[in-house]
DNA sequence: AAACAAAACCTGTATAAACGAATTATTGCA
DNA sequence: TGCAATAATTCGTTTATACAGGTTTTGTTT
């Protein structure tokens, strides 16, 4: 990680924003005065500071200097971000976790599954389903299908433990883009059946498909959450695209 | 938009691909022959590609071409994307649309307000609420809270049209940043009151704060939606920041 | 003191050039 | 033909520089 300056810059500008040693509605150094901080060219400097204004850091307007809008909120209950596992994302929202696989076998795509995968006809996939259990609650039902192809391999071991793992350090597997949806609905039978739900008939259902770097698409993922453990957040901005 | 060469850049290559005259699964011309193209440098062409990767158009990888891997997909329901009105959202959705006003009062935050919408207490706030009725049927519940000292003048003839013409065309105020958070809630009785739920007991809340240029918090918005009228849209790439 | 114009400052964007690193294509040899 | 070494191609990042177009500050005039 010595490469990739602007990287550093965008690590050490956001801890010390997070550790509110650059404070809440109060202005950063200019970017020429950065410069002479990091010991960089202004382009690197500009390059971080847009990085976390996507991420809801810092606010830029032509003319006047870099603002701080970040305010340290509250733990959250299941925050999605990026690409990860839910071994990955339970670790960092300070979890106890515990999975469960229902199901663990070969189909191929039938059209059914073929429009909702974004498989094609015939493709060999590998089913898996998985109940997420966090704190000892079912909260979370995972179905998923791998790519055969591209994923060989996967047991019912691997799915227990982390099937992200298998692909990145046993298959060597490069992740790359997932593409994803949020939506809600109704909760079916299954749902009712491998989840405790409680009062709550309906989910919040994240869907995606997540290529690889070579653009083949190896996975469709759905996870169906407990509405009540579910917070999904993004900062937008008006009108400009980057 | 004669400035901004990028955006031209990538605004052509969207359409293109979007067209499928650049097809899925086929590689662009690389980075230096579409400087040619568009006559500019390739650190130009670059960040218009890069803009278009974290979309989920393309794919990079260093070495080899840019891939692309977008597929057109259906017509979503109510797609959430960047900060736009509702009145924007209905009619890029493509929705017959209408806005009753239930409420609009000032109130100054109190501790609770404050905790919630991120304001100061005593904050003097507008507190507005809208239904949104799509196709004849009621299916959103919008409360928004508007820092008066920056949005002084909102009207129930406002807030019927749109609140966002009034604040950028009449008051010329310059919205900048806004951060959401997507969560699920068992519905409360006004939501039972004012929305046609049907059989569903819970709603997808979409909350967040607003700024606008100054850095000032002037709204805090929750847009409350029967599941089945919700749709979000994301890209996400792993393990790299930009 | 208030209003206005000019200067200073700051960000937005683009050009040009260089080197590094990963991938792909080619070449030469066995 | 098959394979390995080499060359060519392609993206990744940074440096250096320039000018445009905003905002803030300053200085002068009224």
Redesign the pocket.
């Known amino acids: 990680m010595a490469?990739?300056?602007?990287?550093?810059i965008y690590t050490d500008l956001k801890n010390k924003i997070e550790t509110q040693e650059y404070s809440f509605n109060s202005c950063?150094p200019?970017?020429?005065?950065l410069t002479k901080i990091y010991?960089?060219?202004?382009?690197?400097v500009?390059?971080a500071?847009?990085a976390l204004i996507e991420r809801g850091y810092l606010q830029?307007?032509?003319?006047?200097?870099?603002r701080v809008i970040f305010e340290p909120v509250e733990r959250n209950i299941f925050r999605v971000g990026g690409i990860e596992s839910f071994k990955e994302a339970a670790l960092r929202n300070g979890f106890t976790y515990f999975t469960k696989v229902v199901k663990l076998e070969k189909v191929v795509a039938d059209e059914e599954i073929a429009t909702k995968t974004g498989f094609k006809i015939g493709d060999e996939l590998y089913d898996v389903r998985r109940i997420r259990c966090i704190d000892g609650k079912a909260l979370i039902f995972d179905k998923n299908y791998f790519l055969i192809s591209a994923t060989k391999g996967i047991t019912e071991e691997i799915a227990e433990k982390s099937i992200y793992d298998y692909l990145e350090n046993t298959l060597r597997m490069?992740i790359a883009t997932s593409k994803r949806r949020i939506t809600a609905e109704l909760a079916t039978a299954e749902d009712k059946n491998f989840l405790e739900l409680d009062d709550y008939n309906c989910l919040v259902i994240i869907s995606g498909r997540v290529f690889n770097?070579d653009g083949i698409q190896f996975e469709y993922t759905e996870s169906r959450h407990r509405p009540d453990y579910f917070c999904f957040e993004d900062t937008a901005t008006r009108h400009?695209i980057?």
Do not use: N, P, Y
Request: aromatic share 4%.
């Open positions: 490469k990739r300056k602007f990287d550093e950063l200019s970017e020429v005065e010991g960089c060219v202004r382009g690197t500009h390059r500071v847009k830029m307007r032509q003319g006047s200097r870099i490069k770097a400009k980057i």
